[in-house]
């Protein structure tokens, strides 16, 4: 029943697209025409955008997903100097080498405020 629903509405709508492409080329019944063609335009171009816009979210998340499995690959090989590596290392450590303490203006002349040196 339902193969016979997915194979018929593009037959039918074919068929009215020719319908309303014959009446326009021979400019008998136009008004006729035009609905024929408007049957078969909008739908088509509905269907059309509505597949673009869902597998448009399947191309970013397969390209995000490719990028992770190539740096996944890298990291097998070399875990601390490829990129996805250094990343993690990134996180759990601090380098003191990037950051300086300098004295803050208090009244007492204590404390320290962080800053990332040039």
Excluded: H
């Amino acid at each position: 029943q339902a193969g016979t629903l997915f194979f018929i509405i593009p037959i039918f709508w074919v068929v009215l697209w020719t319908i309303g492409l014959i009446l326009g080329i021979t400019k008998k019944c136009t008004k006729l025409g035009e609905w024929c063609f408007r049957c078969t335009w909008c739908p088509a171009m509905f269907i059309g955008a509505t597949i673009m816009l869902i597998f448009s979210f399947f191309a970013i998340i397969s390209v995000g997903w490719a990028d992770f499995c190539v740096n996944l690959d890298e990291f097998e090989s070399d875990p601390l100097g490829s990129t996805l590596g250094q990343s993690i290392t990134g996180f759990g450590s601090s380098d003191d080498s990037t950051t300086t303490t300098t004295p803050a203006p208090t009244a007492s002349g204590g404390g320290g405020v962080p800053e990332l040196s040039a």
